[in-house]
C-alpha cells in the first residue's frame, strides 16, 4: 500500500499543502509563499521584521499598538503663516507665531487698526487690553489674557493680588502687574507713597537709583555711595564642586554638576532613589552611576534576567524580558530576538531604558533668579516679582 504526500509549490516558506502546488500559509504568515510575516492586530502605523504578530513601529510613531503619533508637527503641519510647530506631549503640540499673527495655528493676522504709536496697519490691543508705553516699546496691558496682542486667556489676576484697589492686568504667562493707586506703590500696591513737598526740588537719580520722598535711594540689589556697588551673592564661590553660582536680588542659586545636588552642591546625588534594581537586587550608588547586586541565579545589570544553571538553551525568555518592567518613565517594552528587548522611550527621556531626562532646564535659561518649568518638549520661566519676559529678562519697573 502507498502513502501520497502533496508536494506544495516551490519556495513555500511557511506553509503546507493538500493538493500539489498549494501553498497554505501557518498562521501569523501571509504572501503567495507564506515568506511574509503578519503585524499584530490593530497594529496601526508599524510593522513585523522576521517574526509574525510583532508591532515594530514606523518612525515618529509610539505605543504598543504604534498609534501614539509622537511627531504631531511632522505628520499634521498645523501652524500656519510661518509659526514654528513645537510637540508637547503625545498627540500635543503648541506653534510659535511670526511677528503679526496669533491662535492656536497662527491662523489669526493683524487686523486693520491703530496701535499706541498711531501706525496705520498694526493690530491694537484685544480683548480689552490697552496700550502701554515704555522707555523704548509699547505693548498691550491685558487683563485676564496675554501675549503680545492679549490673544491668549490667562488669570494671574484671580487671587486679586493688587491692593489697596489696585488694577490687575496679566504680563505675561506667569507675571502680573498692578496699576496702583496714586498714593501706593510696590508689585502689590502695599507700600504707601509718602507726600512730597511741592517746594521740593525733583530728584535727579541714576540707573542703580530710584527717587523716595524727595531723595535718591538705592535699588534692590545696589548699595554703596552712588548705589555703584552690585550686591552679588556669587562674588564668595558658595557653590561647591564646580557648581554653577546665578545671582539674584536677595541670595544666589547654585546649578550642579552631574551627580551633585544640594544648595550648595554638597552632597553626592544618591542614584538608587528611583529604585532601579528589579527581582530584590540591592542597589549600590556610586559617583554618577549605580550598581545592582543580584540574588542568586538572577542576572542583569538591572536584576531583570534570570541564569540557567541546567546549562540548556535560553527558553522562551523573549516571553518574560518585559515581564520585569525594565522601562523607565512609562516607556514601552517591545521584545525583540529570542532573549532581547528595546525601550522606545516617551518624549523627553532617552539612554537604553529611558533613564535619562533630555531636559530644557539643564543649560538653567531664566535670568533673574527665575524658576525653569520643564514641559518635556518646551520651557517656561516662572519669574520672580520684579521681573517679567519668556527669560525673564526685563524688568517691571517703569
Not at 506553509?15 to 492586530?41: A, I, L, N, S, V
Not at 511627531?71 to 513645537?86: F, M, R
Not at 510637540?87 to 493676522?109: A, D, L, R, S
Not at 518585559?322 to 523627553?348: E, Y
Request: with cysteine; charged share 20%.
Amino acid at each position: 500500500m502507498y502513502a501520497f504526500v502533496a508536494i506544495c509549490k516551490t519556495g513555500c516558506l511557511h506553509g503546507f499543502c493538500d493538493r500539489p502546488g498549494e501553498c497554505r500559509c501557518d498562521p501569523g504568515w501571509q504572501g503567495d509563499k507564506c515568506d511574509r510575516c503578519k503585524p499584530f492586530p490593530n497594529c496601526k502605523n508599524g510593522y513585523c521584521l522576521d517574526k509574525p504578530w510583532q508591532c515594530i513601529c514606523k518612525k515618529n510613531w509610539g505605543g504598543s499598538l504604534c498609534n501614539e503619533d509622537l511627531d504631531y508637527c511632522g505628520t499634521h503641519k498645523p501652524c500656519q503663516n510661518g509659526g514654528l510647530c513645537k510637540n508637547t506631549e503625545v498627540g500635543q503640540y503648541v506653534c510659535e507665531c511670526t511677528k503679526g499673527f496669533y491662535g492656536i495655528n497662527c491662523e489669526n493676522g493683524r487686523c486693520s487698526g491703530e496701535d499706541c504709536s498711531g501706525t496705520k496697519n498694526y493690530c491694537w490691543c484685544l480683548n480689552g487690553g490697552s496700550c502701554h508705553r515704555t522707555n523704548f516699546t509699547v505693548k498691550c496691558l491685558c487683563q485676564n489674557y496675554y501675549g503680545e496682542y492679549c490673544q491668549h486667556r490667562i488669570d494671574n489676576c484671580k487671587v486679586n493680588p493688587c491692593l489697596h484697589g489696585g488694577r490687575c492686568y496679566n504680563w505675561d504667562t506667569y507675571d502680573y502687574f498692578c496699576r496702583c493707586p496714586t498714593e501706593f506703590t510696590g508689585k502689590n500696591c502695599s507700600i504707601p507713597k509718602p507726600l512730597l513737598s511741592l517746594t521740593q526740588p525733583p530728584c535727579n537719580c541714576n540707573e542703580n537709583e530710584q527717587c523716595f520722598n524727595g531723595k535718591c535711594v538705592c535699588r534692590n540689589g545696589f548699595s554703596g555711595k552712588n548705589c555703584s556697588r552690585s550686591d552679588n551673592f556669587c562674588d564668595s564661590n558658595p557653590c561647591l564642586n564646580d557648581g554653577t553660582c546665578i545671582n539674584s536680588l536677595s541670595t544666589f542659586q547654585c546649578i550642579c554638576q552631574s551627580g551633585w545636588e544640594g544648595s550648595r552642591c554638597e552632597d553626592e546625588r544618591d542614584n538608587c532613589l528611583e529604585k532601579p534594581c528589579k527581582n530584590g537586587g540591592t542597589c549600590i550608588s556610586g559617583f554618577n552611576n549605580f550598581t545592582c547586586k543580584c540574588p542568586t541565579n538572577i542576572t542583569g545589570a538591572l536584576c531583570d534576567g534570570r541564569s540557567n544553571p541546567s546549562g540548556n538553551s535560553k527558553n522562551n525568555l523573549s516571553n518574560k524580558s518585559c515581564f520585569s518592567s525594565p522601562c523607565l518613565h512609562g516607556s514601552t517594552c517591545l521584545i525583540v530576538g529570542n532573549d532581547d528587548f528595546i525601550c522606545i522611550c516617551k518624549r523627553g527621556f532617552d539612554g537604553s531604558l529611558c533613564e535619562k531626562l533630555t531636559g530644557h532646564c539643564l543649560s538653567s535659561p531664566c535670568q533673574n533668579g527665575g524658576r525653569c518649568i520643564e514641559n518635556i518638549q518646551y520651557y517656561s520661566c516662572e519669574c520672580k516679582p520684579g521681573f517679567m519676559g519668556k527669560l525673564c529678562e526685563q524688568s517691571t519697573h517703569l
